[in-house]
């Protein structure tokens, strides 16, 4: 237990913090939403009522799609894409899927090897994009859900406010839905950019995000 | 990959797309108690269609010093058959042939929040008695 604890802390940790923020946020949304709906002379919501809402559903999926959005093209912009000076980076020179040798596919697979890579064909290549879809195929989800819950929220206000609901169709084009996609596109295209372009100058003793800290600005693809 | 984790993230993603944005099957009731407020109405019932008003709505009626009872009778309100209803989370809408009706789902049942109301294109409706 202590040696799955310890090989595992990372994720652990960020499980942990990641279902207290959810829980926080659960409640910070109950009130906040609650409050609304006593200045339009209606009912509170309780909190399990608000947690399979509509409001909380889309609150949620708005922020989920974003971070798998800024992952999927992280990770796909760096395949061809690069920074020099930066740890996130591959060197100039290296970009594109690279060959067998350098991802140890084909005859260069090795004996402990994930089994589809061995198994080579089309599910070594699939296996070869497998992160990139995953979280592509997240990020559709999510978006598809932020839009679905999207629709319900914005009408429920919509009737609230004496105003006409939307169809899907129609709530896809509106303001509502664009600003909350871009406001969330926004803040995660910054944060990658931070990222890629202050690892190149600063420095992080000890965690792998940032070079050594001796490392020279132009050190391209190193890890501290 | 697995293919089963793989589906199962669809699924509940599904699932959790469909519990928090599928409006729920609350339309009858719905139009049911816009039916029973302009029966109230129609009716002479004034103190039936007051309690049938959000609290506020009934406030709101009381503002020029008249009770909800002796205002409501004074209201434009010519109600109609049911055209159609949709509900979203705690609210609704009811179109009928001469009126549109909203309405507030209370822990006592539904209440109309807005009634005698004309569109206004985008803007909210205009509304006999409202919240």
Redesign the interface.
């Known amino acids: 237990m202590r040696r799955f604890v310890k090989d595992n802390s990372l994720s652990l940790f960020f499980l942990a913090a990641f279902v207290l923020a959810l829980v926080g946020q659960s409640f910070a949304g109950n009130a906040a939403v609650n409050a609304d709906r006593l200045a339009e002379g209606g009912s509170a919501l309780s909190w399990p009522a608000y947690v399979t809402s509509s409001d909380f559903a889309v609150d949620v999926a708005e922020n989920w799609q974003s971070e798998y959005l800024q992952f999927l093209l992280f990770i796909l912009a760096t395949i061809w894409l690069v920074q020099r000076g930066s740890p996130e980076s591959k060197k100039p020179g290296e970009e594109g899927e690279e060959n067998d040798a350098e991802q140890w596919t084909g005859r260069h697979a090795a004996p402990d090897s994930p089994a589809w890579v061995r198994a080579g064909g089309l599910r070594q290549a699939l296996y070869g994009r497998s992160l990139g879809l995953l979280m592509g195929l997240i990020f559709v989800l999510s978006w598809l859900t932020q839009s679905v819950t999207g629709t319900a929220a914005y009408n429920t206000r919509q009737l609230a406010q004496l105003q006409d609901p939307l169809s899907w169709g129609e709530y896809v084009l509106s303001a509502d839905f664009w600003n909350r996609t871009l406001q969330n596109w926004q803040s995660e295209f910054l944060a990658v950019l931070s990222m890629v372009v202050l690892s190149v100058y600063l420095r992080q003793r000890g965690s792998p995000e940032s070079k050594p800290v001796g490392a020279p600005h132009e050190a391209t693809g190193v890890e501290g | 990959?697995r293919f089963r984790g793989?589906s199962a993230?669809?699924v509940g993603?599904t699932l959790?797309?469909?519990?928090?944005?599928?409006?729920p099957a609350a339309a009858p009731s719905a139009a049911r108690a816009a039916q029973d407020f302009y029966a109230a109405v129609q009716g002479g019932q004034a103190e039936r269609a007051c309690a049938l008003l959000?609290?506020?709505?009934a406030e709101s009626l009381r503002a020029g010093g008249q009770s909800c009872v002796t205002a409501i009778g004074e209201l434009d309100l010519p109600g109609g058959r049911v055209l159609g209803t949709?509900v979203?989370?705690?609210?609704?809408?009811v179109r009928l042939s001469g009126d549109t009706v909203?309405l507030?789902?209370?822990?006592a049942g539904w209440r109309v929040?807005?009634a005698g109301?004309t569109?206004r294109g985008?803007?909210?409706?205009d509304?006999e008695v409202?919240?």
Not at chain 2, 16 to 23: D, E, K, M, T
């Open positions: 990959m793989v993230v669809a993603w959790l797309a469909c519990v928090a944005g599928c409006a959000a609290p506020e709505a949709e979203w989370g705690d609210e609704a809408q909203f507030h789902r209370f822990p929040r807005g109301c569109s985008d803007l909210p409706y509304c409202s919240t």
